[in-house]
């Protein structure tokens, strides 16, 4: 009787150590439940806050585009000037917005983001100097972050920079470069309506 007491308790206490032992499993898998649901949530969240910062630069660039467009040429200086206000409260408001995603670097990556912007800041100023040697430039530097065979030779030196860099970082730096480009064709192209125009206009040229 005593034996079958003694037998029935330790029935009891595996019992209870083996239902602990699934509890604790179904606790832990609860919480890698939760934390998979929250890294969906995290990477959903970088995404908006990317596609923002993006467009964010977009609208930058397009009233920046209007700023210095020929169509702000094309009208009375009472427009003009009503247009131009619009344009600058608008960039001011965007300009008060911010929206930063991160990037988790290591020290070879952040030494190779450091190096291509570097880079690209003297392309920048090079632009400013000298459009047309700039430009080619700026085209041989934005042909190593595309993958279609480039019309332009490409800058092999940026390219290593590039791929060093991490995998968001490759992202903003081709973004950065496409933004520039677009900048520097509606340049070329306003240079060129305008000595279009100069030509064109019967006064310009002498005649009445």
């Not at 929250?38 to 920046?64: H, W």
């Not at 030779?153 to 992202?171: M, N, R, T, Y």
């Amino acid at each position: 009787m005593a034996q079958a007491k003694i037998q029935a308790k330790m029935n009891d206490a595996m019992g209870s150590k083996f239902s602990r032992t699934l509890s604790m499993a179904d606790r832990s898998g609860q919480l890698l439940e939760s934390l998979d649901q929250l890294e969906m949530r995290v990477e959903a969240l970088r995404e908006t806050a990317s596609a923002m910062e993006q467009e964010r630069e977009l609208i930058l660039e397009t009233i920046q585009s209007i700023q210095n467009g020929q169509e702000l040429r094309n009208v009375s200086q009472g427009e003009r000037e009503e247009l131009s206000l619009t344009a600058n409260r608008l960039m001011g408001r965007a300009l008060c917005v911010e929206v930063s995603v991160g990037t988790i670097r290591n020290s070879q990556q952040e030494e190779a983001l450091r190096n291509a912007n570097s880079l690209i800041d003297e392309i920048v100023r090079k632009l400013l100097d000298d459009m047309n040697s700039g430009r080619e430039r700026l085209l041989a530097v934005y042909a190593a972050c595309v993958t279609e065979a480039p019309p332009v030779p490409i800058d092999q030196k940026f390219q290593a920079l590039v791929i060093s860099c991490a995998l968001e970082d490759q992202k903003k730096i081709k973004r950065r470069l496409e933004t520039l480009v677009r900048n520097v064709e509606n340049a070329g192209k306003n240079i060129k309506i305008m000595d279009h125009q100069k030509l064109e206009d019967p006064q310009a040229n002498g005649c009445q």
